[in-house]
Nanobody, 120 residues
Framework: QVQLVESGGGLVQPGGSLTLSCAASGSIFEIYTMGWYRQAPGKQRELVAAITVDGSTDYTDSVKGRFTIVRHNAKNTMYLQMNSLKPEDTAVYYC??????????????WGQGTQVTVSS
């Protein structure tokens, strides 16, 4: 059984910063490209940032220069450093990754989500 658990969300003022964490646990053989998604009320879930196993990154245009995604392969963790936050960043943020387990299976996993609210 594999789990992804996010943490670090909360309420922050515009211009502030937050760091989200995602920890994977279970019978993990390999974690492939990891990503942070977000879903605001009434909107579709969107990919915010992604990072490959070798550390290559990609960001949606609206967060470029403000958000940084990193991962620590040895610890099965991923982070999203969010700076200069704007009200439009308000959403539930989800961690996602396709993961191969030790029994030879592979599946796509999601965390439970963490709320980020940017408001004065």
């Amino acid at each position: 059984q594999v789990q992804l658990v996010e943490s670090g969300g909360g309420l922050v003022q515009p211009g502030g910063s937050l760091t989200l964490s995602c920890a994977a646990s279970g019978s993990i053989f390999e974690i492939y490209t990891m990503g942070w998604y977000r879903q605001a009320p009434g909107k579709q879930r969107e990919l915010v940032a992604a990072i490959t196993v070798d550390g290559s990154t990609d960001y949606t245009d609206s967060v470029k220069g403000r958000f940084t995604i990193v991962r620590h392969n040895a610890k099965n963790t991923m982070y999203l450093q969010m700076n200069s936050l704007k009200p439009e960043d308000t959403a539930v943020y989800y961690c996602n990754a396709p993961i191969a387990t030790n029994d030879g299976m592979e599946d796509d996993y999601w965390g439970q989500g963490t709320q980020v609210t940017v408001s004065s």
